[in-house]
């Protein structure tokens, strides 16, 4: 049986994982969870998977958790804010942490998970995509697997199992095309919060939600591939296939093609993080292809989604650049959600953040220069804003 600890547990990845540990008592069991701020859903979990070790990260919130459990006996170890969500990822005999706290906030946890030896199934993107510099040195040093839960890094890493490591041409990543996939770009100016949580295959977070409408989530994983698999940026192509069945593909140096397909549910990349290199049977819907219907691709358009190629070239920048494309990426889509800019402004203000950044890119960035860079990216940010508004022909993207 497996000893799993979770990670932002009242998030979409948090409970499908709960989902999976519910479905498999004899393969999975639970030591600890960390959440956010959701105490309700918090208290049921607790409840129900009797983790020995809890955290909350919103601290104001403990006496309510505390009083929503205190009829429980044994009682959990319960903690609170980011200290207590590190105390959880490195606790007791877990032997798989799975990373599903959204953003950067993931990044601190995710080390002492990695410094107390235990496995990441690797779901928060982020954490990679700002931290890789520091993350894989010590994936390598405690020997610990780094195993991708996200889809397309998932069907990734499936294709390549049993490819000798020489044998990898090109990663060809499938992208949705996210809420506004058919929307003529001139409409992008009218888009609303609610437009853009609008997936039209995937029940996600708020945040990856409109990563995924600006194709952001995509540059991400360019990222995110770029580190796991350690290939060039130059053979990392993304490829829109709007029914998300095909969760990606690998080109072979003899031209051959692998492909990983199944119905857009994180259930299953999750679950094989989980198991691998084991495989699990589950009764979940199988994938027919002719009901599936058509599978259809196209080339993505950098003109309507520029956040592809500021990633790419963010990627290619490394050192401390993806830490503050990231960065940018969280606060610009928090201060989106909250309606204080408009959805075309995301891109511009990211650019302007990174150019700021070219001078002080540090590459081999110790942890405090990625801390340090993300928390400057995050205040850059508002600089952006106020030249959008007094200076809007400032910053032009593309
Ligand atoms: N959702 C997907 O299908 C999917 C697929 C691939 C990758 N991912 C990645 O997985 C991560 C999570 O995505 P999601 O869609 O599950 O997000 P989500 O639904 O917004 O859930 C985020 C989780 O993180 C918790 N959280 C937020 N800030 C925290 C903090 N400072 N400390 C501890 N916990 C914190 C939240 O707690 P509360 O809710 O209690 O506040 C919640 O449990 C992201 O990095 C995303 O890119 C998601
Ligand atoms: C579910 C998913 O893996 C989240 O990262 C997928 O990538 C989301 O779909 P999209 O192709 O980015 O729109
Ligand atoms: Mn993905």
């Given at each position: 049986?497996?000893?799993?600890?979770?990670?932002?547990?009242?998030?979409?990845?948090?409970?499908?994982?709960?989902?999976?540990?519910?479905?498999?008592p004899?393969k999975?069991?639970?030591?600890?969870?960390?959440?956010?701020?959701?105490?309700d859903?918090?208290?049921?979990?607790?409840?129900?998977f009797?983790?020995?070790?809890?955290?909350?990260?919103?601290?104001?919130?403990?006496?309510?958790?505390?009083?929503?459990?205190?009829?429980?006996?044994?009682?959990?170890?319960?903690?609170?804010?980011?200290?207590?969500?590190?105390?959880?990822?490195?606790?007791?005999?877990a032997?798989?942490?799975?990373?599903?706290?959204?953003?950067?906030?993931?990044?601190?946890?995710?080390i002492?998970?990695?410094?107390?030896?235990?496995?990441i199934?690797?779901?928060n993107?982020?954490?990679?995509?700002?931290?890789?510099?520091v993350?894989?040195?010590l994936?390598?040093?405690?020997?610990?697997?780094?195993?991708?839960?996200d889809s397309e890094?998932?069907?990734?890493?499936?294709?390549?199992?049993?490819?000798?490591k020489?044998?990898?041409?090109?990663?060809?990543?499938?992208?949705?095309?996210?809420?506004?996939?058919?929307?003529?770009?001139?409409?992008?100016?009218e888009?609303?919060?609610?437009?853009?949580?609008?997936?039209?295959?995937?029940?996600m977070?708020?945040?990856?939600?409109?990563?995924?409408?600006t194709?952001?989530n995509?540059?991400?994983?360019?990222?995110?591939?770029?580190y796991?698999?350690g290939?060039?940026?130059?053979?990392?192509?993304?490829?829109?296939?709007?029914?998300?069945?095909?969760?990606?593909?690998?080109?072979?140096?003899?031209?051959?093609?692998l492909?990983?397909?199944?119905w857009?549910?994180?259930?299953?990349?999750l679950?094989?993080?989980?198991?691998?290199?084991?495989?699990?049977?589950?009764?979940?819907?199988r994938?027919?292809l002719?009901k599936?219907?058509?599978?259809?691709?196209?080339?993505?358009?950098?003109?309507?989604?520029?956040?592809?190629?500021?990633?790419?070239?963010?990627?290619?920048?490394?050192?401390s650049?993806?830490?503050?494309l990231?960065?940018?990426n969280?606060?610009?889509?928090?201060?989106?959600?909250e309606?204080?800019?408009?959805?075309?402004?995301?891109?511009?203000?990211?650019e302007?953040?990174?150019?700021?950044?070219?001078?002080?890119?540090?590459?081999?960035?110790s942890?405090?220069?990625?801390?340090?860079?993300?928390?400057?990216?995050?205040?850059?940010?508002?600089?952006?804003?106020?030249?959008?508004?007094?200076?809007?022909q400032?910053?032009?993207?593309?």
């Amino acid at each position: 049986m497996k000893a799993i600890t979770l990670l932002g547990s009242t998030g979409s990845i948090g409970t499908q994982t709960l989902d999976i540990v519910s479905e498999h008592p004899d393969k999975f069991r639970i030591v600890g969870l960390a959440a956010g701020r959701n105490v309700d859903l918090f208290a049921a979990q607790i409840r129900q998977f009797r983790p020995q070790i809890a955290a909350i990260s919103a601290a104001e919130k403990l006496p309510e958790l505390k009083e929503a459990i205190k009829d429980l006996n044994p009682q959990p170890i319960l903690l609170a804010g980011e200290a207590g969500v590190i105390e959880v990822a490195r606790y007791g005999d877990a032997q798989t942490v799975v990373t599903g706290i959204v953003g950067c906030a993931g990044l601190l946890p995710t080390i002492a998970a990695i410094e107390a030896g235990k496995d990441i199934a690797l779901a928060n993107k982020e954490t990679l995509i700002a931290g890789a510099p520091v993350v894989l040195p010590l994936v390598k040093k405690h020997g610990v697997k780094l195993l991708p839960a996200d889809s397309e890094h998932s069907a990734i890493f499936q294709c390549l199992q049993g490819v000798p490591k020489d044998g990898l041409r090109k990663i060809l990543l499938t992208a949705s095309g996210g809420a506004f996939r058919d929307w003529p770009v001139e409409k992008l100016a009218e888009v609303k919060v609610a437009d853009a949580l609008k997936h039209p295959n995937w029940s996600m977070g708020r945040k990856i939600t409109v990563d995924s409408a600006t194709l952001m989530n995509k540059g991400l994983e360019v990222i995110e591939a770029h580190y796991l698999f350690g290939v060039d940026y130059d053979n990392i192509e993304i490829v829109i296939h709007p029914q998300s069945i095909i969760h990606s593909l690998i080109e072979l140096q003899d031209t051959s093609v692998l492909a990983q397909l199944g119905w857009p549910d994180m259930r299953l990349p999750l679950l094989y993080a989980l198991s691998w290199p084991e495989r699990i049977y589950t009764n979940w819907e199988r994938l027919n292809l002719v009901k599936s219907g058509d599978l259809t691709f196209r080339e993505p358009d950098h003109q309507k989604y520029p956040c592809m190629q500021l990633a790419y070239a963010a990627g290619r920048a490394g050192g401390s650049m993806p830490a503050v494309l990231n960065a940018a990426n969280e606060q610009v889509v928090a201060l989106f959600l909250e309606e204080k800019i408009q959805f075309l402004d995301i891109p511009k203000c990211i650019e302007f953040v990174c150019d700021r950044h070219q001078h002080d890119n540090k590459q081999n960035p110790s942890l405090d220069d990625i801390l340090a860079a993300d928390k400057w990216a995050r205040q850059e940010v508002f600089t952006a804003t106020e030249k959008l508004a007094t200076q809007p022909q400032i910053i032009s993207v593309g």
